[in-house]
């Protein structure tokens, strides 16, 4: 494994823009440790260890990349940073690479970005097969991505989730009530499928839209990956570079959809687009939803769990963005930051 200097060195992979938005996400991961902290020590006080639909116990992450061979030095510096942070982790490429976490998960068709949705397909008949009960939440992403573990970890906890598991159809999922509403009126140990990311429309579907990925709870896995369930009957054949739209087809089957993972300050969690392209704003996408967008800063949450990284120029490589953003998000340039 390689290992990197304590120092903080990332002037020459992250641009002033970026710097900004994870100077404002560090804030946002102190504050997760802290609950996070309190939350566990609370647990070891009590006597009961008994689990209910929202859970007792700090969820259990497994993280998901999807890759190829030509980028496995990227893999490294994730597995280095973020992705030692998940609980589970796993990078579905054309080479196996065990090292690295990375696995020849073969899928339908030829390896090309325009046949991603099969290259998804698999990852999550893999995840389903294999997985299903080691985890409570499952997040999917391009190798381009980070995801911060500790706001992920914090927001699974959080009030808002604990409001979708218990039935609470917000103002997305509304737009498809009909199908959502099965999910209001829980029986005792029921579980609901959740699907967590940024909400986008295509013709009459929600998708969460790709970048910083998105996120499944366990039923929502189980749902889609039993035998005879919608992974294997629903665009099953098709050969297409939407997986995000396809997944969302699959969930709405079984009354599923996208819901709000927007901050108590309407600044979003999960970031679709990079940090230097965050002129292009979300007003467009989502004043049809009710969604009102933030503008500058203010649209990136201090607990932003998912993010999509860019390189500076074409002299940084991925892998320095990532090890660099890492040492901004774990603590490293705290001394430069407050």
Same mark, same amino acid.
Request: proline content about 3%; hydrophobic content about 35%.
């Given at each position: ?28 991961? &102190? @504050? ?7 939350? =566990?020590?609370? #647990?070891? /006080?009590?006597?009961? !260890? ?110 808002? &989730? @604990? ?7 917000? =103002?997305?999922? #509304?737009? /498809?009530?009909?199908? !959502? ?158």
């Amino acid at each position: 494994m390689q290992h990197r200097e304590k120092s903080c060195k990332v002037d020459n992979a992250i641009d002033k823009v970026a710097f900004e938005v994870f100077k404002r996400i560090r804030t946002g991961v &102190i @504050k997760s440790k802290t609950e996070i902290e309190k939350k =566990n020590d609370l #647990r070891k /006080s009590t006597t009961s !260890a008994s689990t209910t639909r929202t859970g007792t116990r700090t969820p259990r992450i497994l993280c998901m990349i999807y890759t190829h061979s030509g980028a496995h030095s990227r893999v490294q510096a994730i597995v280095n940073s973020w992705g030692k942070e998940c609980d589970g982790f796993f990078a579905a490429s054309n080479a196996t690479d065990l090292s690295i976490g990375a696995i020849n998960l073969l899928h339908r068709g030829p390896e090309v970005y325009g046949n991603m949705w099969q290259k998804i397909r698999s990852m999550w008949a893999y995840a389903h097969d294999n997985f299903l009960h080691d985890y409570d939440y499952f997040h999917i992403a391009g190798d381009d991505a980070y995801v911060v573990v500790d706001n992920m970890k914090a927001y699974l906890q959080g009030e808002q &989730i @604990k409001r979708l598991l218990n039935g609470y159809i917000d =103002n997305i999922s #509304r737009v /498809s009530y009909e199908q !959502a509403k099965r999910w209001e009126n829980l029986e005792k140990d029921q579980q609901r499928p959740l699907l967590l990311g940024v909400p986008l429309k295509k013709g009459n579907i929600l998708f969460p839209q790709g970048g910083g990925g998105y996120t499944l709870n366990r039923e929502a896995v189980r749902l889609i990956g039993v035998e005879g369930g919608p992974l294997y009957t629903i665009l099953a054949d098709h050969e297409d570079s939407r997986e995000d739209v396809f997944i969302s087809s699959l969930l709405s089957e079984v009354g599923t959809f996208v819901s709000d993972t927007r901050d108590d300050t309407g600044a979003f969690r999960y970031i679709p687009y990079r940090p230097y392209d965050r002129a292009r704003g979300m007003a467009k996408y989502h004043k049809k939803y009710n969604m009102p967008a933030r503008n500058g800063m203010d649209l990136f949450s201090k607990e932003t769990v998912a993010l999509h990284l860019k390189n500076m120029d074409k002299k940084t490589t991925m892998d320095e963005v990532i090890y660099s953003t890492y040492d901004i998000l774990s603590g490293k340039c705290d001394a430069a930051i407050f």
